[in-house]
């Protein structure tokens, strides 16, 4: 009983979150317009890269990508920076941590983990749907490769695993907050972080193999790299229950991590009375 009371108000808060997003519309269509001008940007960088490559060497596959497999990458990659919302979280942490409010919210029948997951959660299926609005379109004047049903039904849960490991690293870094009181260049640098080595700038194909072999076995490629080449169909079946197995692994890890940082964190934060 008490469970479905707790998950009656995580879904409170995602109805509030979603009210409140109606009020600031044109501040998120202004957010999402980035999107097309990053891609177009990206598009022309990788333009030259595969224009020399095909001039100098012949070469028309780097990193087991041709170039309209690449940009199809790229695109996916600026959807999943979009809905991972390493700003919008870690400064909303921050504050509530540094300026007080944090107080409110432990006095509150909910965890407070679990009280921002819900409450980022509507927009990020917001940006998730316009994501797939936009790639779609861009299908009609780019021919970028287009994902069967049995990808797009295997990259959900792919995507939910990147998510969540997504979530929990950034609450994870925001709750430096009870140590640090303004993490502005932490939150630069761990958004960097995520992208290099998760595969937000560039697929993890591209790195030497050792690099490669490095990054296979750390859990940020679920953020960025491993939801995308399932979307695409760029992956070994036989891989995927090692994949899921590896990711449901560093999941539990991070979460235990979490769980560890916040409990010592609110226990100092308690006991200097806020």
Known sequence: ???????????????????????????????????????????????????????????????????????????????MYHVIPVYRLSGEVEKDIVRGPLISYLAKPIDYAGFKFFGELPRT???????????????????????????????????????????????????AAFWVSHQWWLRHLFSLLMAIIGGGLIPLSFYPHTIQLVLSILPFQYLYFVPAIIFQGYYLPELLIPLAVLGVFWLVIVYGLSRLVWYRGRHQYEGAGG
């Open 1 to 79: 009983m008490a469970q479905r009371s707790r998950l009656r108000s995580y879904l409170a808060v995602s109805e509030i979150s979603f009210r409140n997003m109606r009020q600031y519309t044109i501040e998120f269509l202004t957010t999402f317009a980035y999107f097309p001008a990053q891609l177009i940007a990206l598009f022309f960088v990788y333009s030259i890269v595969y224009f020399q490559a095909l001039i100098l060497n012949g070469v028309t596959v780097i990193g087991g990508f041709t170039f309209p497999q690449l940009i199809s990458y790229l695109f996916i990659a600026i959807i």
């Open 125 to 175: 299926l917001l940006y998730l749907f316009f994501g797939a609005i936009t790639y779609s379109i861009t299908l009609i004047f780019i021919p970028l490769p287009m994902p069967s049903l049995l990808n797009i039904l295997l990259f959900i849960p792919f995507f939910y695993l990147g998510y969540l490991m997504a979530f929990l690293l950034i609450f994870t870094m925001a709750l």
